[in-house]
């Protein structure tokens, strides 16, 4: 098994292999519904990155809890490239293919992989 890099804020965190608990909460975080009220969609959007983002990286760093998440100055990129190499880390969208709700995404230049 390979463990895989995503950058927050600047600094590197490696994943390695998930729990079956991680993946219960990971397939738990990506079918948050949206609300009816358009802003409230765009938070929950937000809450489903952070949430998926915090369950992969939370193993190795407990203290890298949503609302810590909340707290750091990440990019929109990052959390971007983070939340797309954790669902294919996770094998919830096939290596290539484009995450929900984006045409022709390009691989992650901040998350990669290494051998474990």
Sequence with gaps: MTDITVTLAGTPYTIGQLTLGQLRDL?????????PDPQDTVR???????????VAVGE????????????MK???AEMRDAFDAILRFAG???????????AGAVESTTATSSPA
Excluded at 27 to 35: A, C, N
Excluded at 44 to 54: G, K, L, P, T
């Design 74 to 76: 990440i990019t929109r």
């Design 27 to 35: 397939s738990v975080g990506v079918v948050l519904p949206d609300g």
């Design 44 to 54: 929950r959007s937000f809450d489903r990155s952070v949430s998926i983002i915090a």
């Design 92 to 102: 919830m969208i096939p290596a290539g293919e484009a995450p929900p709700g984006e």
């Design 60 to 71: 190795a760093n407990p203290e890298l809890t949503p609302a810590a998440l909340y707290k």
